[in-house]
């Protein structure tokens, strides 16, 4: 989710606060907060070209972990266990679910992680 103020991807689910924002969450549009600049705006949790792909339900993350189907509850658990679908945790929110949707690993573009160090290599010297 990308801030429409200062596009940043620091974006999480805000609360709702009033009747208004649980109508306009009929809908399927949710409030979010950027943690940057504080604004608060509304928005699908996952963009349309990203429908395909298995994202948490909660919150809208594509950037989920595989876990052990065995870790997943749910009241047809069992069925998507003996059908062998993979299952996948959302680190954000803590949500474990099922998908059949194809994984696609994307990460947002500010996020932090270390950059890989160049390693100076040194020269071949010539023997003489």
Known sequence: M?????????????????WKDYAISVTGVRPWRCRLCGLRFFAWAVALPFLGYAHCRRCGNLDLQRVSRDHVDGWFA?????????????????????SVLPHRHIRPVDSDFAAPKEVERPSPVASS
């Open 78 to 98: 069992w069925l998507f266990r003996m059908a062998r679908v993979p299952a996948y945790r959302c680190a954000p929110c803590r949500n474990r679910f099922f």
């Open 2 to 18: 990308l801030c429409p103020r200062c596009r940043s991807g620091r974006c999480r689910r805000s609360r709702r606060r009033s």
